[in-house]
Structure formats: C-alpha cells, structure tokens
C-alpha cells in the first residue's frame, strides 16, 4: 500500500544549496507531477512527466530540474535554492493525464526551508 | 492563461450547520476534480464531474458543474467535525497536461 512516496519530509536548505527531493510510485503510472504549495494558495505545477525519458515544464519551472530515467522515480532537483523556494512539495501521479479523468495519487509532501 | 478562483478562502461554522465553496474558471473546462487535504496532509481526490450541469452526491456532500463548464460548487450538509480542510477544485482544458488547482476553501467547523 505503498503509493507514492517522497522523501525527505522535511529540510532546511541554506541560500545557495542544492538538493533532490525524491519521488518513488509503485502503482505502474506513466504520468508523474511535482507541484509546490505555498500559504493560502493552491497547487502550481512545476514539471510533470508522460512516461520515462520524457518531461516537461509546467506553470513555475525556473530554479527545479527533474529526470525520468524510469517508470518508478521521477527526483526533482533544486539548484542554488533561494528563501523563494520554501514550500511544501508534493509529488503526485496519475494513470492518465491528469484532468483527463484520471485522478491524481500525492505523496505526503516535503517541508523544505531555504534560510 | 488559465485561472481557477476558489470562494470563500476561508470559511468557520458551527458543527452541523451547511457549508458551500465556489469555484470559477477563466475558460471552459472539459472536466473539473476536488480534493480535499486535511490539516497537515496531502491533498485526496473526492471526485470527478464530465458532463455540463452534473450533480453528484457522495453521502453529506453535493458536487455540481455548471451549464456552462466553467464553475463547480461543493456543498456540505451537517457538517462534522471530521470535515474540517481545505477543499480545492481543479480543473483543465480539453487535451491540456496539467490540473488548474483552484486557491482552496479552508474549513473549520467548531463544535
């Protein structure tokens, strides 16, 4: 009952530190989504994935990179972090696109703090 | 570019009393999904509307799509204690990629 499952939950970055916040499903979806969520706002999505070796930006992309090298794993990197990127993260995936009846599956989310 | 706006942001009321949220789009939606997230949790799927003006019931919560495709509600009946989050509507354009999440309704329900 695994799901998807992120890690760290938690982490405090200084200025300038990188990072990967690490993203594993183990329900065979080919579509797989990082989204941060800051205070009173909703989800904005950063990079999604189709499948393995594809992926793409979404609404806030600048600062974060991602691979999809398998089905499974899809790690969202942080470089230079900056006080902007303290957020809560979620990664999600999904059997489908996303919206296109196919619901979407998050993981419990990760705390990150630039400081 | 597509924008999801989601009414009240915020909203208190005493444990058994009615609870509505809004949500409007900018465009027209080919489906619209809520979910909702508990304190401290991560956001769950509720449900999924296709058709123009849907309604679905799932016990004490009500879903509806409007004519139009482009609004949706989510009405709470007697609310409990357990119904206390945020509820957020999402939604997308026909072929689009991405779930346009709406701002949230964060509720509490005093006892």
């Known amino acids: 009952n695994a799901g998807v499952t992120q890690t760290p939950k938690f982490r405090i970055l200084k200025i300038g530190q990188s990072m990967t916040l690490q993203c594993t499903q183990d329900?065979?979806?080919?579509?797989m989504y990082w989204y941060r969520q800051d205070p009173g706002m909703g989800l904005k999505l950063i990079y999604y994935s189709v499948g393995a070796g594809i992926t793409d930006k979404g609404e806030v992309p600048n600062g974060y990179n991602v691979s999809r090298s398998t089905t499974e794993d899809f790690p969202l990197r942080l470089e230079l972090a900056a006080p902007s990127q303290t957020s809560v993260y979620f990664c999600a995936s999904s059997p489908g696109l996303a919206g296109g009846g196919r619901e979407l599956f998050f993981g419990e989310g990760s705390r990150l703090t630039v400081l | 570019g597509q924008q999801v706006m989601q009414i009240p942001q915020y909203q208190h009321v005493q444990e058994g009393e009615d609870f509505t949220t809004y949500c409007n789009s900018s465009t027209t939606l080919s489906n619209i999904q809520w979910y909702k997230q508990r304190p401290g949790g991560h956001p769950v799927f509720l449900i999924q509307?296709?058709?123009?003006?849907e309604v679905k019931k799932q016990k004490r919560l009500t879903f509806q799509f409007g004519e139009a495709k482009k609004n949706s509600s989510l009405h709470i009946t007697a609310t409990q204690t357990t119904d206390v989050g945020t509820y957020f509507c999402a939604g997308d354009q026909t072929g689009a990629n991405n779930l346009f999440f709406g701002t949230g309704t964060r509720l509490t329900v005093i006892p």
């Open positions: 329900m065979n979806h080919n579509y």
């Open positions: 509307l296709v058709k123009s003006g």
